[in-house]
């Protein structure tokens, strides 16, 4: 009996896992729907050739050598893993390791997808996916040792040890994406028309706004897996009540950061801007990742508002030192991240059996931020030096999908 019990259990817990690592992977959807919505019509098939390889090559990396680096795991390349521990054990699996190489994979092309909108509409196709193999295979996969992978960093200090606290990835896969996009933006410059001389910014805006809308639709209901997933079971009434509270709390931040930054564009522009609420929801279900089970509802709700707030803020702040993001990803991914950290000890302060201190968080998105921006910055620096990373300014003007891939998005559109 106690043995059908543990079979039941595994199977219900696998199962779930590879559903909720189904959503995450339908964000990749949601990334490539929203950016190709905020690009000009010009650059639309290229943004959408990045999303689809980028999640290739994060899969095929993170296989070949990714997660052997993060997790120490066996070499999913030569071997791979199928039902370790069901039989013999002395402490059982409760889910298929397969499904949770799966469920970490999906997170690797998540990061990878925020650099792709940071870059867009200038930088060479062909850099990027070079970029990719190295942020995928190496970059990620060594900064998740140190904090969902319990190793050391550089064999200096556990994060865990010093209160670090990241649920489901505000800083891990959030930061992380946002701290590799700005090191490439630094490096590639602005696009061509965005900033005049006198520092006053022109807005460029996307070609289409219902495809952007459909996009963070998408990305709202994957994040239900990626938050959800976290809980990494739901075969138990404890752990159904946890994934059940995750899901509330998920929905009610994103609620509360389009609310929030809707409220605030119209007092700040006199009007509704569609593009501020969506990244004001996007910035609320970050705000809410690092810790999505221990807040309540209202809390969550007020979390998602303060990022809603804050990712306004930082897309004008942003502009004014020149940084060219097209479609808000530093902002969003980048500050919100951190302040989804910094509000884990809020509702999880750190006790002896476990949580996170306002300290442990800082040193913690430090240490992310410092890593994944210093060597993406080296990466970077590498690609232009070898290939360039920016296509030339006649390309750039009669857009990269030609440059790039030959065709166009909207052919019928265009003058012959």
């Known amino acids: ?19 909720c690592g189904a959503l995450v992977m339908w964000m990749a959807a949601g990334f490539a729907m929203l ?6 019509s010009k650059n639309t098939t290229e943004i959408l050739t990045k999303n689809v390889a980028l999640y290739a090559i994060a899969c ?15 070499d999913f390349f030569l071997q791979g893993i199928v039902g370790d521990g069901v039989t013999g054990a002395e402490e059982p699996a409760t889910y298929a390791p397969s499904a949770d190489f799966f469920f970490q994979v999906v997170f690797v092309a998540t990061a990878m997808s925020i650099v792709s ?61 946002a701290a590799a996009a700005l090191a490439g933006v630094l490096l590639l410059g602005a696009r061509k028309g965005k900033y005049n001389a006198d520092g006053s910014v022109n807005a460029i805006p996307g070609a289409n706004l219902p495809m952007a809308t459909l996009g963070a639709f998408i990305l709202w209901l994957g994040w239900f897996g990626f938050n959800g997933g976290s809980v990494l079971a739901t075969a138990t009434v404890d752990s159904a009540n946890a ?9 009610a931040a994103a609620a509360g950061g389009l609310i929030g930054a809707l409220l605030l564009a119209r007092i700040l522009f006199g009007k509704a801007d569609l593009t501020m ?33 804050l990712v306004v803020f930082a ?102």
């Open 315 to 416: 897309i004008l702040t942003l502009d004014k030192l020149k940084i060219d993001d097209p479609v808000g990803a530093i902002s969003v991914h980048g500050v919100v991240g951190f302040l989804g950290l910094m509000l884990v000890p809020v509702t999880n302060p750190l006790t002896a059996d476990g949580g996170a201190s306002f300290s442990g968080q800082l040193i913690g998105a430090l240490t992310i931020f410092g890593w994944v921006f210093i060597s993406s910055l080296v990466v970077w620096s590498i690609i232009k030096a070898v290939a360039g990373i920016r296509v030339s300014e006649e390309e750039e003007y009669d857009g990269v999908d030609l440059a790039e891939c030959g065709m166009e998005a909207y052919p019928e559109f265009t003058n012959k």
């Open 35 to 40: 950016e190709a919505g905020l690009v000009r």
């Open 243 to 251: 994934v059940a509270i995750v899901f509330m709390n998920t929905n």
């Open 277 to 309: 609420a969506l990244n004001g929801a996007l910035a609320g279900l970050v705000a809410i990742t690092a810790e999505p089970s221990t807040p309540t509802a209202l809390e969550a709700t007020l979390f998602g508002a303060l990022g809603g707030v």
């Open 1 to 19: 009996m106690e043995n059908q019990i543990f079979e039941l259990s595994y199977a219900l817990d696998t199962f779930y896992f590879l559903v």
């Open 60 to 74: 095929t990396m993170y296989m070949i050598c990714g997660y052997t680096i993060m997790y120490g795991s066996a």
């Open 117 to 177: 909108g940071a870059v867009a509409e200038r930088m060479k196709l062909w850099s990027f996916l070079a970029f990719t193999v190295v942020m995928t295979g190496v970059i990620y996969p060594l900064e998740g040792s140190w904090t969902w992978g319990g190793n050391d960093v550089f064999g200096l200090y556990n994060l865990g040890d010093l209160g670090f606290s990241d649920f489901a990835g505000s800083g891990i896969v959030h930061m992380a994406g």
